[in-house]
């Protein structure tokens, strides 16, 4: 039987009173997490959720995510992650493309679960956990078979339609353990310090469940500072930071805060590309290497690394992990020569099954060899590194959150002044891109750009509206009328 939920009760069975997830300064043993998530299963088993049922999880990073998603696992569910910051016609969508039967919500969300035909159980703290508590624990874990779908993380596609990519109970184990063996190295000495969200594959995989597999302590934060990480880091004494790239330039920016961060022996960056200005000031101002990867949420996500026992290539996105195959493609999915420029194919344990219900778009990103096409143009040098040049697709990377045009546009096209829209990337010191729009208005009426700002801002995830939107006469097309993005040309000091 594969059930990556079985990674928390034999973690359980080895190190029983060692803390496994800490937030400040509640703290859960390995005992306590596991038989919470076992009543959890009991909980869902009272809703009517059976194995392959899905489930939505929509919290900020708190013990309760824990609890609650190795409470799917258990139950034989698949897990939905969602983003708590996502608006209502987000979150609807959600739950109904997936057929999510039951949403586990921070208590500030209402309606959105039941107008989607989930049942809503309000994570309130203190209550939610008392409500677990007066179930009886579920004894076993559901069989589960090692292809079968644990968790169905949604990611937008150019199309602006966010798709589901099904993530297997093999495919996230074996991410999490070749990660955890060969990369990051953790063990039970270990404390992982958990400031990405749990919800976003990079968490979840190299933060959550390789520490739970691994019996580390994952210390969580639920809304990242700076101060706040470097306070966490020298109080439980953290050996493993992984983050983002604007992670690391914020906490380098306190520099000389005086906090104590010599534990650390590991630092991952991910998400996005790591300027190499920020990894030799991180590097030399809190004295801890910074290992780069590369992955997506369709790979589970890890596909290569710089590996901590070989040459570390700044600028790099290393070289394939253990089990995976990753290549450069020329348009008739041809391999290209070194140094050549193409598109990134990925093959091996860590893709994804499939996009849920859409096999169509499944067909068009996996070939019949196991290729999934990434999207993202790179070059590969003499020895093997890869490194990203750009990216096919127009997604967009504001502090580490995927952003694309099409789903901004198609929200800035509800407002009813709105001719034509363009969404594009905005260069920023510190969250890589801005995200910002160009607007040509129907004849005959107005709208500031304040205006156009704060309509989208009201409709969708605040990391994903743009912040700095300027009125045009037109937009450039091409020859068959279609809007050329990569044409617009942003005003000068529109950030200021």
């Known amino acids: 039987m594969t059930n990556l939920s079985l990674n928390l009760s034999e973690s359980a069975a080895m190190y029983p009173d060692h803390p496994a997830i800490r937030l400040d300064d509640d703290v859960l043993t390995y005992t306590a997490l596991d038989d919470a998530a076992s009543r959890v299963a009991t909980l869902l088993q009272e809703y009517g959720v059976q194995p392959g049922d899905r489930v939505g999880l929509m919290l900020p990073n708190l013990p309760e995510f824990a609890m609650i998603f190795y409470g799917i696992l258990r139950a034989g569910a698949v897990a939905v992650p969602m983003n708590p910051l996502l608006k209502r016609r987000e979150v609807e969508y959600y739950l109904g493309d997936s057929g999510a039967k039951v949403l586990f919500a921070w208590h500030e969300v209402t309606g959105e679960a039941t107008d989607a035909g989930a049942q809503l159980v309000p994570v309130v703290p203190g209550e939610f956990r ?18 079968d779908t644990a968790v169905i993380l949604y990611t937008s596609g150019t199309t602006g339609r966010p798709k589901g990519a099904e993530l297997t109970h093999a495919g996230l184990n074996t991410n999490q353990a070749v990660t955890a063996r060969t990369l990051i190295l953790i063990g039970p000495d270990d404390v992982v310090m958990g400031c990405l969200p749990l919800f976003h594959v990079f968490g979840l995989t190299c933060g959550l469940n390789a520490a739970i597999a691994n019996g580390a302590t994952l210390t969580l934060i639920p809304r990242f500072s700076p101060a706040k990480a470097l306070e966490v880091i020298q109080r439980d004494k953290v050996t493993v930071f992984e983050g983002v790239p604007t992670m690391y330039a914020a906490m380098l920016g306190l520099r000389d805060s005086g906090h104590d961060v010599s534990t650390l022996r590991c630092c991952v960056s991910g998400g996005a590309a790591l300027p190499v200005e920020v990894l030799r000031g991180f590097e030399e101002a809190f004295g801890c290497i910074i290992l780069e990867g590369y992955g997506l949420s369709e790979t589970s996500p890890v596909a290569s690394f710089n590996h901590p026992n070989a040459v570390r290539k700044p600028g790099s996105i290393g070289t394939p992990i253990e089990g995976v195959r990753m290549r450069v493609v020329d348009e008739e999915r041809k391999p290209v020569q070194p140094g050549d420029i193409g ?15 859409k096999p169509a778009e499944t067909a068009a990103t996996i070939d019949a060899d196991g290729w999934l096409s990434t999207g993202d143009m790179a070059r590969q040098d003499e020895d093997g590194y890869f490194y990203i040049v750009d990216r096919k697709k127009d997604l967009l990377i504001r502090g580490g959150y995927n952003v694309y045009p099409r789903e901004v546009e198609e929200v800035l096209y509800e407002h009813p002044a709105v001719a034509e829209a363009a969404v594009v990337g905005i260069p920023h010191p510190t969250l890589g891109e801005e995200i910002g729009a160009a607007v040509a208005l129907k004849d005959g009426t107005t709208a500031t750009p304040e205006e156009l700002r704060d309509f989208v801002k009201g409709r969708i995830a605040a990391y994903k ?16 009328g279609k809007i050329q993005r990569r044409e617009v040309v942003v005003p000068e000091g529109t950030l200021q």
């Open 465 to 480: 509206y743009p912040r700095a939107v300027w009125i045009v006469d037109g937009l450039p097309k091409g020859p068959t």
């Open 130 to 147: 008392a409500q677990v508590a007066e179930r009886r624990p579920l004894a076993n874990p559901a069989t589960r078979d090692a292809d």
């Open 343 to 357: 598109e990134i194919q990925i093959g091996g344990h860590n893709v994804m099954k499939s996009y849920w219900n």
